[in-house]
């Protein structure tokens, strides 16, 4: 790292390694930011020490599936997929011979109505959406008198589930089965007595409250603006309890679902999100180390000329080493405990993030480094302690440092087929894709496998608006994107001049057995030919970003021609699948 003020960047190079100085007075915001520097230099004051430098162990070869849950839908669910599909999902994969499920965020999102959708701003980091939760799979539920059963059973949604993910009337039906369902919340214990002081607690405190107030703790009265005494004597001691009881049977879920990968090479995969909403449970919860008024992005660039505010707050560098970054390593551990697996998304930011002051646009934030060393060291630690791991997703553009470190430490990181390309654009063959890496087709923010072939995601860019260069050069992109795929699937002699779409489809599953990659997964949407991808990266309302289900129900997923036929393809000996 340069020798910037506290970690301030004072300038940055673009990816065409041009430098852009930063205006002094961002800089002088954004330091002013970071507070007072730390009473005691280094990050060892009041917390565990840092670990040395070192090589997680080698990730055997292996394959799976990657899936956002919420559309993994199945007969038992109500409306969105669940811990339980998740589970009855993984069981099935394991059968197939599949050693790695890598799965969306599964996060804590505030609990109000309209539910946010996204699982990429959190409320929480370190607990669960419980709407993932499987009602008919509680103890309460199962041992509920009829009566009770049947009022619950008579609140799941009627019908078959809609062609999108109704994330506000599956809430509703599900929140008031769970009060049905929670002793505390039913009043059939008495009235619960308020709790003591814990993470746990404070949590559900901070969801308490969001009933009177609204989710953004930043606009409540003064004196709950931190969790504490009189926050405490605020909340409903029952509606603690609930958010309590919540967590706890989110966990014995989670605790399912993970025990259903026993036996495969990693298990599940969890989703790391970079940030946190700063209005959420966590930026309560955690003041003493979340930057106040900063929000993550990015800086301007091709692409996204005005740069990109992502909305989202996070650590400070400076308390984080303060306190001997505690909460880095108990966020790591919780979602460790159920876990074979952990994707850091953006895993830059471990290095570096782009911060944008109050009120000021992408284009005048700066960049602010952190201790990467610890940052990576304790991910490290954490996961070798809980034999999991650890893939970074480096996507896009990147320091130099951070791709060799991570191959250093044996993380692996990432290789998408649509951005494996030399200088020049063209493909890379599979024999120069990275060997530390877990490979796919796509992700959940770029097109899928048919919608590339189709140019849907030209087409779904252009009706929301949001292209940055005429459609006409759009489309002969994206023509001789397709052509340039081809030309390399002929190549490999995987295609040929009269393959249809299907058969492109299949090779490109085949391409990936022929890299080296640690891992390789396949989609779903991929495999059913879904031209819809889950997420466009620009928009809000105008595309259902999160809201897009698989074609199929679970029950028919698991024994569909096209996903036993990838199943087959990759479970044969993977080690030697390549040429």
């Known amino acids: 790292m340069p020798a910037f003020p506290r970690g ?27 507070g007072p520097p730390a009473a005691v230099p280094g990050p060892a004051a009041g917390g565990a020490p840092v670990v040395p430098s070192g ?6 070869r292996t394959w799976g599936w990657m899936l956002q849950l919420y559309g993994v839908r199945s007969a038992g669910s109500w409306g969105v997929g669940d811990f339980a599909d998740l589970a009855a999902f993984t069981r099935w994969a394991a059968s197939t011979g599949a050693g790695a499920i890598l799965v969306n965020p599964l996060h804590a999102v505030a609990p109000v109505d309209p539910l946010p959708s996204s699982p990429y701003s959190p409320s929480s980091r370190r607990f669960v959406n419980p709407l993932y939760l499987r009602i008919t799979d509680l103890p309460e539920y199962r041992s509920a008198a009829p009566d009770v059963r049947a009022a619950v059973d008579a609140l799941r949604p009627a019908g078959p589930a809609g062609e999108l993910i ?18 505390a919340a039913g009043g059939a214990a008495g009235s619960p007595e308020r709790p003591e002081r814990s993470e746990l607690a404070d949590f559900a405190v901070y969801c308490a409250l969001v009933a009177d107030h609204g989710p953004d703790w930043r606009t409540w009265p003064a004196e709950l603006r931190q969790p504490g005494p009189a926050a405490y004597a605020v909340a409903d001691p029952a509606a603690v ?35 946190i909403d700063p209005g959420g449970a966590d930026a309560w919860t955690m003041q003493d180390v979340v930057a106040a008024g900063a929000k993550i992005g990015a800086p301007p660039d091709a692409f996204n000329q005005q740069g990109q505010d992502w909305g989202l707050a996070t650590w400070s560098p400076d308390r984080l080493a303060d306190t001997g970054y505690a909460a880095w390593r108990t966020l790591l551990r919780d979602i460790f405990r159920h876990a074979g697996g952990l994707r850091v ?20 934030g ?22 999991a791991v650890v893939v970074g997703e480096d996507l896009g553009t990147v320091e130099e440092v951070v791709t060799t470190t991570l191959q250093d430490r044996n993380v692996l990181g990432s290789a998408v087929l649509w951005f494996t390309r030399d200088d020049d654009g063209r493909f890379l063959p599979p024999g120069d894709w990275p060997e530390n890496a877990l490979a796919s087709i796509s992700t959940h923010d770029l097109p899928t496998a048919a919608g590339f072939l189709s140019g849907e995601h030209v087409l779904s860019r252009a009706e929301a608006g949001v292209l940055t260069r005429d459609v006409k050069l759009e489309w002969a992109a994206a023509t001789a994107d397709r052509t340039a795929l081809l030309d390399l699937l002929d190549a490999e002699g995987l295609t040929g001049p009269d393959s249809t779409d299907e058969e492109i489809v299949l090779a490109m599953h085949q391409l990936l057995l022929r890299t080296p990659c640690r891992i390789v997964l396949a989609s779903p949407y991929d495999v059913l030919g879904e031209v819809r991808q889950p997420n466009l990266p620009g928009t809000t309302t105008q595309y259902p970003n999160w809201r897009i289900p698989l074609p199929l129900p679970l029950e028919e997923l698991t024994t569909d021609a096209r996903m036993k036929q990838i199943a087959d393809l990759f479970s044969g000996d993977i080690s030697v699948a390549r040429p």
């Open 55 to 60: 090589p997680l162990p080698a990730v055997p």
């Open 8 to 34: 301030v960047a004072t300038y940055y190079e673009t990816s065409g390694h041009e430098r852009v100085d930063i205006a002094p007075e961002v800089v002088q915001t954004v330091l002013a930011l970071l």
């Open 366 to 387: 700066t960049y602010v480094y952190y201790d990467d060393e610890a940052m990576l060291g304790i991910l490290v630690e954490e996961a070798k302690l809980a034999g």
């Open 241 to 275: 309890a609930f958010h309590i009881w919540l967590q706890r049977r989110c966990a014995e879920q989670l605790a399912a679902a993970n025990a259903a990968a026993a036996g495969m090479t990693v298990g599940i995969i969890h989703d790391l999100a970079v940030g």
């Open 166 to 183: 109704d994330y506000d009337g599956v809430w509703r039906a599900k929140r008031a089965a769970l009060a049905l369902l929670c002793p």
């Open 345 to 364: 998304d953006h895993v830059a930011g471990l290095w570096r993030l782009w911060w944008v002051p109050p009120g000021q646009t992408p284009a005048q």
